[in-house]
């Protein structure tokens, strides 16, 4: 069937017209399609179970300016995400507002909700404008909200996380104290904000205050609530005896202890032992810090600068700030996921007990630097002076044991680092770790038996670690890796081409016969037609 020129040129506009269309309707309808591993853009099977005990409308509204979702696209992952979670149950509605269209500032500030100010760059012209990105939870007569987010990685954890706390009415408290003299709300000013953000409700005490408020703990429910312990340098002998005590009645902790300190303000240099009782706790526990530093070729990069009036900057790996890779992070809901754990004048932990489970390690070339008793500073911690291997050092290379869990007797659990400054404000702001703060939300997850929210958070995270394959997955898995990528991936285009001619030089071969079909029918019709013809005449 032939197609006329008024044919071609309806068809041409309305393909136009068509493609317009298709447009125009695309951001208001759109399909999406989670093909990642384990589903990590949908809601998960521990969300779903909770949406069991709704009995009213749980209402949740977002509050996004439309300048923001303009600079950063990424918030339509959360307004997408939000329309996925309410369509898992029908107790749940959702619904977006721009606050400043609606005059809703007042109302927002009452809820706890603010504006932040961005920067924006617009035909060479900088300004600030205020923003919102908020989401709140309405059920009965109960909100929470989440003050500001900005990307939908952990959504679905903080959505979860607040609506168990709406329906159970109750909080997730936490006990926060510093054993080894440094402020909490300064020194580590980081920790209480960050487990607030993610659904705790932290408690600063004294090392003096909860040895006193002890007795009411192990007589009410407060040994149910988790202790986060910083240091344990400064402790007495009765504020390690209510530690030992809370432990052995059955309560959780997380314990950053060492038995060296490091001035992190000043010189860096360690000094040390210090507080043997606490550590002989530790050591009855069966998981203890050895008494020398660790350090690992696996390090971070600082950079140091001279004093002089036109500064020179170097950098240089400091072997005494162990970075561990995912390849040394265990199987362990912890630690499982998490990338570029920071560990700072670490001492390695020593594990006497069948039940110790490991999270973190140190690399294969690590070694323990043993304290030099004839010197005045027992060991050397300058960046410039402090040697890079293990080898260089006079020491063998070893895989140290970081990180460790472990449960006693009496129902007691523990996680022990063997770093005090692991989540000191100075040195996360030096490092950037946040790493090691979700180390410890997590951690505080898991002892909390909070394994659904835990798992929920774990999703979010994508592990790029695929060198976490032994050498012998590696090896069964290189025949096929080559036979994809070295034969048929390059096969595969030129198969598609010498198809594609093909069938066009059958389909000529086809059109050919046919158009030559006709003249020779006619041909022998106007042949037979003649000499009929003259067999007539004759």
Same mark, same amino acid.
């Given at each position: 069937?032939?197609?006329?020129?008024?044919?071609? &040129?309806?068809?041409?506009?309305?393909?136009?017209?068509?493609?317009?269309?298709?447009?125009?309707?695309?951001?208001?309808?759109?399909?999406?399609?989670?093909?990642?591993?384990? &589903?990590?853009?949908?809601?998960?099977?521990?969300?779903?179970?909770?949406?069991?005990?709704?009995?009213?409308?749980?209402?949740?509204?977002?509050?996004?300016?439309?300048?923001?979702?303009?600079?950063?696209?990424?918030?339509?992952?959360?307004?997408?995400?939000?329309?996925?979670?309410?369509?898992?149950?029908?107790?749940?509605?959702?619904?977006?507002?721009?606050?400043?269209?609606?005059?809703?500032?007042?109302?927002?500030?009452?809820?706890?909700?603010?504006?932040?100010?961005?920067?924006?760059?617009?035909?060479?012209?900088?300004?600030?404008?205020?923003?919102?990105?908020?989401?709140?939870?309405?059920?009965?007569?109960?909100?929470?909200?989440?003050?500001?987010?900005?990307?939908?990685?952990?959504?679905?954890?903080?959505?979860?996380?607040?609506?168990?706390?709406?329906?159970?009415?109750?909080?997730?408290?936490?006990?926060?104290?510093?054993?080894?003299?440094?402020?909490?709300?300064?020194?580590?000013?980081?920790?209480?904000?960050?487990?607030?953000?993610?659904?705790?409700?932290?408690?600063?005490?004294?090392?003096?205050?909860?040895?006193?408020?002890?007795?009411?703990?192990?007589?009410?429910?407060?040994?149910?609530?988790?202790?986060?312990?910083?240091?344990?340098?400064?402790?007495?002998?009765?504020?390690?005896?209510?530690?030992?005590?809370?432990?052995?009645?059955?309560?959780?902790?997380?314990?950053?202890?060492?038995?060296?300190?490091?001035?992190?303000?000043?010189?860096?240099? $360690?000094?040390?032992?210090?507080?043997?009782?606490?550590?002989?706790?530790?050591?009855?526990?069966?998981?203890?810090?050895?008494?020398?530093?660790?350090?690992?070729?696996?390090?971070?990069?600082?950079?140091?600068?001279?004093?002089?009036?036109?500064?020179?900057?170097?950098?240089?790996?400091?072997?005494?700030?162990?970075?561990?890779?995912?390849?040394?992070?265990?199987?362990?809901?912890?630690?499982?996921?998490?990338?570029?754990?920071?560990?700072?004048?670490?001492?390695?932990?020593?594990?006497?007990?069948?039940?110790?489970?490991?999270? $973190?390690?140190?690399?294969?070339?690590?070694?323990?630097?043993?304290?030099?008793?004839?010197?005045?500073?027992?060991?050397?911690?300058?960046?410039?002076?402090?040697?890079?291997?293990?080898?260089?050092?006079?020491?063998?290379?070893?895989?140290?044991?970081?990180?460790?869990?472990?449960?006693?007797?009496?129902?007691?659990?523990?996680?022990?680092?063997?770093?005090?400054?692991?989540?000191?404000?100075?040195?996360?702001?030096?490092?950037?770790?946040?790493?090691?703060?979700?180390?410890?939300?997590?951690?505080?997850?898991?002892?909390?038996?909070?394994?659904?929210?835990?798992?929920?958070?774990?999703?979010?995270?994508?592990?790029?670690?695929?060198?976490?394959?032994?050498?012998?997955?590696?090896?069964?898995?290189?025949?096929?890796?080559?036979?994809?990528?070295?034969?048929?991936?390059?096969?595969?285009?030129?198969?598609?081409?010498?198809?594609?001619?093909?069938?066009?030089?059958?389909?000529?071969?086809?059109? &050919?016969?046919?158009?030559?079909?006709?003249?020779?029918?006619?041909?022998?019709?106007?042949?037979?037609?003649?000499?009929?013809?003259?067999?007539?005449?004759?």
């Amino acid at each position: 069937m032939k197609t006329t020129q008024s044919g071609r &040129k309806i068809i041409l506009c309305l393909s136009i017209l068509f493609g317009w269309l298709v447009l125009l309707l695309s951001e208001q309808c759109y399909l999406k399609f989670d093909g990642t591993e384990g &589903k990590r853009f949908s809601v998960s099977d521990a969300s779903r179970e909770l949406f069991r005990e709704l009995t009213e409308p749980l209402r949740i509204t977002y509050y996004v300016s439309p300048e923001l979702s303009r600079l950063y696209p990424q918030t339509r992952d959360i307004r997408d995400f939000l329309s996925a979670y309410a369509a898992e149950c029908d107790y749940i509605s959702f619904e977006f507002e721009d606050p400043v269209a609606e005059n809703l500032e007042q109302s927002l500030l009452v809820q706890g909700i603010t504006g932040r100010r961005i920067q924006t760059v617009e035909k060479n012209k900088t300004e600030y404008v205020t923003v919102y990105s908020a989401v709140l939870l309405e059920y009965l007569d109960k909100t929470t909200v989440i003050p500001f987010i900005f990307t939908a990685e952990t959504l679905e954890y903080e959505l979860t996380s607040l609506l168990e706390q709406l329906l159970s009415g109750t909080t997730r408290p936490v006990f926060i104290v510093s054993g080894n003299g440094l402020d909490v709300e300064t020194d580590y000013s980081y920790v209480g904000p960050w487990l607030a953000s993610a659904g705790f409700s932290p408690e600063i005490l004294s090392a003096g205050n909860f040895e006193a408020r002890l007795p009411e703990l192990l007589r009410g429910t407060g040994i149910s609530t988790p202790l986060v312990l910083l240091g344990c340098s400064h402790l007495t002998a009765g504020q390690t005896d209510a530690v030992r005590q809370f432990v052995e009645s059955g309560g959780k902790s997380i314990l950053f202890a060492s038995s060296l300190e490091t001035d992190i303000y000043g010189s860096w240099d $360690v000094t040390g032992p210090v507080q043997a009782d606490f550590i002989s706790v530790l050591k009855s526990w069966g998981l203890s810090p050895q008494p020398g530093l660790a350090a690992d070729i696996s390090c971070f990069r600082v950079t140091l600068y001279s004093d002089d009036t036109v500064p020179v900057y170097e950098s240089l790996n400091y072997p005494l700030w162990i970075t561990s890779l995912p390849r040394y992070t265990t199987d362990h809901s912890v630690a499982e996921k998490l990338q570029g754990i920071q560990f700072f004048w670490c001492q390695p932990l020593v594990a006497e007990s069948e039940t110790v489970v490991p999270l $973190v390690f140190s690399s294969p070339e690590a070694w323990c630097i043993l304290p030099d008793e004839t010197r005045e500073q027992p060991f050397v911690t300058n960046p410039f002076t402090v040697p890079g291997s293990a080898a260089a050092a006079g020491y063998e290379s070893e895989q140290l044991l970081l990180a460790a869990e472990q449960t006693i007797p009496g129902g007691g659990q523990f996680i022990l680092v063997g770093d005090q400054y692991f989540v000191a404000t100075m040195m996360l702001d030096y490092t950037g770790a946040a790493a090691n703060l979700d180390f410890l939300v997590n951690a505080l997850l898991f002892l909390s038996g909070e394994q659904n929210l835990l798992s929920i958070r774990n999703r979010t995270t994508v592990s790029t670690a695929l060198y976490k394959a032994d050498e012998t997955a590696l090896t069964a898995g290189r025949t096929p890796v080559l036979l994809i990528t070295g034969v048929l991936c390059p096969l595969l285009p030129a198969g598609a081409a010498c198809t594609i001619m093909l069938i066009r030089k059958i389909r000529q071969k086809r059109n &050919k016969s046919r158009k030559q079909l006709p003249r020779s029918r006619n041909r022998n019709q106007s042949v037979r037609s003649g000499s009929s013809g003259q067999e007539v005449s004759e």
